[in-house]
């Protein structure tokens, strides 16, 4: 059983922050230090959004084109945690926010996926985000 918690969501105002984490844990979780991580999203009414990724390793970030520029993805391997740093939030921004997982060795390189959600292997309950105007 493999499970993603994420922690850190709430309510906020628009221009303000939150920090977003999901920790991993699980007993037939493959090694941490092997999967990419990624953060979606979804609105009510919406579809599943891809929000940021990052490789195995750290050594690569990707962002969808809506938060470039003010939201920052990292990872611990050593905590097995993955973090979303979100800065100048918006209204648009309220959504239900997934943790997941991309096992590295399978499929095709991860740049050219990263933002499709079924190439993901294991989701989160999810956090909610909230951004009041």
């Known amino acids: 059983q493999v499970q993603l918690v994420e922690s850190g969501g709430g309510l906020v105002q628009a221009g303000g922050s939150l920090r977003l984490s999901c920790a991993a844990s699980?007993?037939?979780?493959?090694?941490?230090?092997?999967?990419?991580m990624g953060w979606f999203r979804q609105a009510p009414g919406k579809e599943r959004e891809f929000v940021s990724a990052?490789?195995?390793?750290?050594?690569?970030?990707y962002y969808s084109e809506s938060v470039k520029g003010r939201f920052t993805i990292s990872r611990d391997n050593a905590k097995k945690t993955v973090h979303l740093q979100m800065n100048s939030l918006k209204p648009e921004d309220t959504a239900v926010y997934y943790c997941?997982?991309?096992?590295?060795?399978?499929?095709?390189?991860?740049?050219?996926?990263?933002?499709?959600?079924?190439?993901?292997?294991?989701w989160g309950q999810g956090t909610q985000v909230t951004v009041s105007s």
């Open positions: 990052i490789t195995w390793d750290g050594g690569a970030t």
């Open positions: 699980g007993r037939t979780f493959s090694t941490f230090n092997d999967n990419n």
């Open positions: 997941t997982t991309d096992y590295r060795f399978f499929g095709s390189p991860f740049a050219s996926r990263y933002a499709v959600w079924d190439e993901y292997e294991y």
